[in-house]
Nanobody, 115 residues
Framework: QVQLVESGGGLVQPGGSLRLSCVAS????????MSWYRQAPGKERELVAT????????NYADSVKGRFTISRDNAKNTVYLQMNSLKPEDTAVYYC????????WGQGTQVTVSS
């Protein structure tokens, strides 16, 4: 059974930091490119960051460059998203996504940036 389980979301003040984690099971994690997406209320889901299967390549949305960092630990089947200097506009549900021959989604974790 394939599972992607996110954790680490919550309420944080502007300028604060959060670290999201996504633990994968049921598929060969090391073969999959892993990404984080987010969806704010009333908006479409957007790509935040992507990391290649081996971790050698990353891409970020312009809105998060320099503030967010994606990383992965293939030994732990886990992908992370370190989010610094958070802004109210970062408020969204964040989803973990894995893609190779198939695509898988997690259930999402809420991030709220508010004072």
């Amino acid at each position: 059974q394939v599972q992607l389980v996110e954790s680490g979301g919550g309420l944080v003040q502007p300028g604060g930091s959060l670290r999201l984690s996504c633990v994968a099971s049921g598929f060969t994690f090391s073969l999959y490119a892993m990404s984080w997406y987010r969806q704010a209320p009333g908006k479409e889901r957007e790509l935040v960051a992507t990391m290649s299967s081996g971790g050698g390549s990353t891409n970020y949305a312009d809105s998060v460059k320099g503030r967010f960092t994606i990383s992965r630990d293939n030994a732990k089947n886990t992908v992370y998203l370190q989010m610094n200097s958070l802004k109210p506009e970062d408020t969204a549900v964040y989803y973990c996504h894995g893609r190779w021959v198939r695509a898988y989604w997690g259930q999402g974790t809420q991030v709220t940036v508010s004072s």
